[in-house]
Structures are given as structure tokens and as C-alpha cells.
């Protein structure tokens, strides 16, 4: 069996040369260059499409896949054919709720298993795990607990760039009976083989991971991808 990579971000870089050097970690395990887009998080906007090709294309053979109108007629492989898939922030609930519809999230497992990489941010990453902390219903936040399952246990993104993660993140998994799992600042990326976490890194100096249970936080080894001093 080739061996499978899920790399979720908590959040983009905040300056092009941190966004680069996530990029060129996340890159750094794909087989290949063919990468492909997938917007529906944000409704397949033109201008989100514009901005990936603008920062990858002069790298990779980038393509994107709308599910708007409808999927292509080779759904199945188109997928199958890249090297690496990235998902985009956005609502979490309606990515995921659109996936199904049209069996893309069983054929995502497919390419997962088959070695293509996949990677992305905020909804990008919870997306792959059981549960996860979204404002898909709105900015108050609130634990969705139907996710794709790929990884186990559920997960927090921009867990340093919106006030309310943190205390939300805790309060679920500390008094709402919330799965265990794991946290990231933005600028964080989980890169998990298989299904467990086989490193924790950052483009923010600092910035970290989190573990979280019912006994409350605690930090995750994080490597910055910084230049050492």
C-alpha cells in the first residue's frame, strides 16, 4: 500500500515568505506535480481559483475542480489522476454536505489511499478528521461531529487567530463530551502518515500545536521551518 499523507493547516501563512515555506513543506511529499484546487468551501469563487493558480501555477500543473454547476463526467479520474489535492477554507458543513451528494469524499478516501496527498486549511484541515470546531452555522463557533473520518478525533484551526477557538475548543472537549484531538495556530501545519501525527510544523516562529483532552491542553512538539539562528 503507498504510504498515505494528510497535511492540515490551521491557517495560512500571514506574508508570502511564510505562505512559501508551507507550501514547500507541504510539496515536499508529493509524488509528482500535477495539484489539484478544490473551492468548494467558498462556492467555487472565480477569484479564490485565480489566487491558487497565481501562487502555484509558476510550480505545479495545477487544475481546479468546480462542483457547480455540476461534477465533470470523469469525477472519478480526474481526482485519481493527481499528485497532490488541496482544499480551501471556508464552510465546512457544505463542503462536506456537497461531497457527498456527488460521492466525491469516497472518492477522496480512494486517492488518499492510493498516495495522493491531501492538504489544506481551516476547513481544509477539519475536514479529514471525525469532528472539528466551524463557524460553518455561524461566528459563534460550534463542534460538528460529522467529518470525512479519515483521521480520528477532532480538531481546531486558527487556534491563535480567533479569539473564541481556544475557550470553544476546550469547553467542548472538557464538559460537552467532544472527541479528543488536536489543535493548530495559524501558520501550523499536522502532518499526519497514515493516521497518526508524524510531526507538528510552523511558518510562524512560535507559533504550536495542541493537544487537547478532558484533562484540558498541552503542546505539541512544533519544528519551525524558519532559517535556525
Not at 464538559?175 to 499526519?192: N, Q, S, T
Not at 504550536?208 to 498541552?218: I, L, N, Q, T, V
Request: aromatic share 8%; hydrophobic share 40%.
Amino acid at each position: 500500500m503507498p504510504e498515505r499523507h494528510i497535511i492540515g493547516l490551521g491557517g495560512g501563512g500571514r506574508t508570502t515568505s511564510e505562505q512559501a515555506l508551507l507550501d514547500d513543506y507541504v510539496l515536499s511529499f508529493a509524488r509528482g506535480k500535477k495539484a489539484l484546487y478544490l473551492p468548494t468551501a467558498v462556492g467555487d469563487r472565480a477569484d479564490a481559483i485565480v489566487a491558487f493558480h497565481d501562487r502555484l501555477g509558476g510550480r505545479l500543473q495545477c487544475s481546479h475542480l468546480r462542483l457547480f454547476p455540476w461534477p465533470p463526467e470523469n469525477l472519478r479520474e480526474f481526482v485519481l489522476g493527481q499528485d497532490i489535492v488541496f482544499v480551501s477554507g471556508g464552510n465546512t458543513a457544505n463542503l462536506l454536505a456537497l461531497w457527498r451528494v456527488h460521492g466525491l469524499d469516497k472518492i477522496l478516501r480512494e486517492a488518499w489511499e492510493a498516495g495522493i496527498v491531501l492538504t489544506g486549511g481551516s476547513a481544509g484541515m477539519i475536514c479529514w478528521f471525525e469532528a472539528g470546531v466551524t463557524d460553518s452555522f455561524g461566528p459563534q463557533l460550534e463542534g460538528m461531529r460529522d467529518g470525512l473520518g479519515f483521521l480520528p478525533g477532532s480538531a481546531c484551526p486558527h487556534y491563535d487567530g480567533e479569539a473564541r477557538r481556544r475557550p470553544t475548543y476546550r469547553r467542548l472537549v472538557t464538559e460537552g463530551g467532544f472527541p479528543p484531538g488536536i489543535a493548530a495556530d495559524d501558520g501550523v501545519a499536522l502532518h499526519y502518515t497514515g493516521t497518526a501525527l508524524t510531526e507538528a510544523v510552523s511558518c510562524r516562529d512560535g507559533a504550536s500545536a495542541y493537544a487537547m483532552d478532558r484533562a484540558g491542553e498541552r503542546p505539541v512538539p512544533t519544528r519551525w521551518l524558519g532559517p535556525s539562528s
